[in-house]
């Protein structure tokens, strides 16, 4: 007789308020995650490393491409790559390759995507202690399902998770357990990723990982970055020429900027200069075309026509995105396929041997996100799921030069860390 089960990743990626968890729950997960209590100049990197963070880099452009529909987004690549990183430990053969060939990690292998994952991992939080950086991994097992050694080792001493074994006989304890850590781990802004009736009788595992981030702009309390006695409703307009009103927030300084072929990127930095947002408009009102040229640009290429020798008129919009993609699709069309297919997906490494053989395949990525931009700073937020189903196989001193920087129209934004040159975030917003 068949017997299904399923085995899902849960990856939660919060920049978040303050709120009230309201789930309770007996000998909660423990939190095992770095936190850094002296700051470090730069994440080193390795020639090889660097190469991966252009490789991730590229992979978010041809990412964003794909979600993009007409309408705001927001998503976030690093949640994707450290979700799929986790899953790829338990995969072998082609599967295991396409995922890592997908993150473009190459020849190197598991081990290298491990070392990446880690060094990241540990680094991010530590190089602006201004900024609330914060990594936690966890898996929560089945006690029927004991995991194989070295997928238990790999979880714990790569990703510092937490694992944990319960009964998992009562799926509420099991959606309570999950949701008071993601409550725990994102401030109260993520307090409900499932459902009790979302816990499959079949369900083995769960593990997940937390990303927690807030930041204020760079600036100061006597010269912020924006002021809200500054915003003002404007028109903007929309990709079919129509137009309506939003705040937007103004801003003059020598910012830095980079001019392109065919759009002009903005940086915003926060708090110490380490974190920063990108404001990608291009020239026109054609986000399409933007899109396809990011398509052939590497994020190296862009940060090395940066300039500072202006004093740059800023218009953007404060906005708010939520929203919620199922991946399957954009990944397969990205080159992650076997991993999707029932008795040829190759995840052999995860759990310790049955009594009888089962066939493991991933069910379903999916991810939700939501961002708010306002004069303070910027939230963020993201949560990628993936859910593996199994079954038994029966110029100073000189007159400035002046910029003007109108996000009027729609744009792409994208949020990283100038040392790593990593991208964490990114979206397009249309106005829709």
């Given at each position: 007789?068949?017997?299904?089960?399923?085995?899902?990743?849960?990856?939660?990626?919060?920049?978040?308020?303050?709120?009230?968890?309201?789930?309770?729950?007996?000998?909660?997960?423990?939190?095992?995650?770095?936190?850094?209590?002296?700051?470090?100049?730069?994440?080193?990197?390795?020639?090889?490393?660097?190469?991966?963070?252009?490789?991730?880099?590229a992979?978010?452009?041809?990412?964003?491409?794909?979600?993009?529909?007409?309408?705001?987004l927001?998503?976030?690549?690093?949640?994707?790559?450290?979700?799929?990183?986790?899953?790829?430990?338990?995969?072998?053969?082609?599967?295991?390759?396409?995922?890592?060939?997908?993150?473009?990690?190459?020849d190197?292998?598991?081990?290298?995507?491990?070392?990446?994952?880690?060094?990241?991992?540990?680094?991010?939080?530590?190089?602006?202690?201004?900024?609330?950086?914060?990594?936690?991994?966890?898996?929560?097992?089945?006690?029927?399902?004991?995991?194989?050694?070295?997928?238990?080792?790999?979880?714990?001493?790569t990703?510092?998770?937490?694992?944990e074994?319960?009964?998992?006989?009562?799926?509420?304890?099991?959606?309570?357990?999950?949701?008071?850590?993601?409550?725990?781990?994102?401030?109260?802004?993520?307090?409900?990723?499932?459902?009790?009736?979302?816990?499959?009788?079949?369900?083995?595992?769960?593990?997940?990982?937390?990303?927690?981030?807030?930041?204020?702009?760079?600036?100061?309390?006597?010269?912020?970055?924006?002021?809200e006695?500054?915003?003002?409703e404007?028109?903007?307009?929309?990709?079919?020429?129509?137009?309506?009103?939003?705040?937007m927030?103004?801003?003059?300084?020598?910012?830095?900027?980079?001019?392109?072929?065919?759009?002009?990127?903005?940086?915003?930095?926060?708090?110490?200069?380490?974190?920063?947002?990108?404001?990608?408009?291009?020239?026109?009102?054609?986000l399409?075309?933007?899109?396809?040229?990011l398509?052939?640009?590497?994020?190296e290429e862009?940060?090395?026509?940066?300039?500072?020798?202006?004093?740059?008129?800023?218009?953007?919009?404060?906005?708010?995105?939520?929203?919620?993609?199922?991946?399957?699709?954009?990944?397969?069309?990205?080159?992650?396929?076997?991993?999707?297919?029932?008795?040829?997906?190759?995840?052999?490494?995860?759990?310790?041997?049955?009594?009888?053989?089962?066939y493991?395949?991933i069910?379903?990525?999916?991810?939700?996100?939501?961002?708010?931009?306002?004069?303070?700073?910027t939230?963020?937020?993201?949560?990628?799921?993936?859910?593996?189903?199994?079954?038994?196989?029966?110029?100073?001193?000189?007159?400035?030069?002046?910029?003007?920087?109108?996000?009027?129209?729609?744009?792409?934004?994208?949020?990283?860390?100038?040392?790593?040159?990593?991208?964490?975030?990114?979206?397009?917003?249309?106005g829709?």
């Amino acid at each position: 007789m068949k017997k299904g089960f399923v085995y899902a990743v849960v990856c939660l990626l919060a920049v978040v308020a303050c709120s009230k968890v309201p789930v309770n729950v007996k000998n909660p997960i423990t939190i095992s995650s770095p936190s850094p209590t002296e700051q470090i100049t730069k994440v080193e990197l390795s020639d090889a490393q660097k190469g991966y963070v252009q490789a991730g880099n590229a992979m978010a452009f041809r990412f964003l491409k794909q979600l993009y529909q007409g309408k705001n987004l927001i998503c976030s690549p690093l949640s994707l790559q450290y979700a799929l990183a986790m899953t790829a430990n338990g995969a072998s053969g082609e599967t295991l390759q396409e995922i890592i060939d997908f993150l473009g990690y190459g020849d190197e292998g598991m081990d290298a995507l491990n070392a990446y994952s880690k060094i990241l991992l540990e680094r991010l939080p530590a190089v602006d202690l201004d900024v609330t950086l914060k990594v936690t991994d966890a898996l929560l097992v089945n006690d029927e399902f004991p995991l194989l050694p070295s997928f238990k080792q790999a979880v714990e001493e790569t990703y510092y998770a937490a694992v944990e074994n319960m009964d998992f006989s009562d799926p509420a304890q099991v959606a309570a357990r999950i949701n008071e850590w993601a409550g725990r781990n994102t401030n109260g802004f993520i307090d409900k990723v499932l459902e009790s009736d979302e816990i499959s009788e079949e369900a083995v595992a769960y593990l997940m990982n937390a990303l927690y981030f807030k930041a204020r702009w760079a600036g100061s309390d006597y010269r912020p970055m924006f002021l809200e006695e500054g915003t003002s409703e404007e028109d903007f307009t929309l990709g079919n020429g129509s137009k309506k009103k939003v705040k937007m927030m103004r801003n003059v300084r020598y910012h830095r900027y980079a001019p392109m072929d065919g759009f002009t990127v903005l940086d915003l930095p926060y708090s110490n200069g380490k974190f920063h947002m990108y404001i990608l408009l291009p020239d026109k009102n054609n986000l399409d075309g933007l899109l396809e040229k990011l398509q052939n640009i590497s994020w190296e290429e862009i940060q090395q026509n940066f300039r500072q020798d202006a004093e740059v008129y800023v218009k953007l919009p404060r906005f708010d995105i939520e929203n919620k993609f199922n991946l399957n699709e954009s990944l397969q069309a990205m080159g992650v396929n076997r991993a999707f297919k029932r008795s040829f997906a190759q995840f052999d490494r995860m759990f310790a041997p049955q009594e009888a053989d089962y066939y493991y395949w991933i069910g379903k990525v999916i991810q939700k996100a939501r961002i708010s931009v306002a004069e303070w700073g910027t939230e963020a937020a993201a949560v990628t799921v993936v859910e593996m189903a199994a079954e038994s196989a029966v110029g100073p001193g000189e007159e400035p030069r002046q910029v003007y920087f109108y996000a009027d129209h729609p744009f792409v934004f994208v949020i990283g860390e100038s040392t790593s040159g990593t991208i964490l975030f990114e979206g397009v917003y249309s106005g829709e």
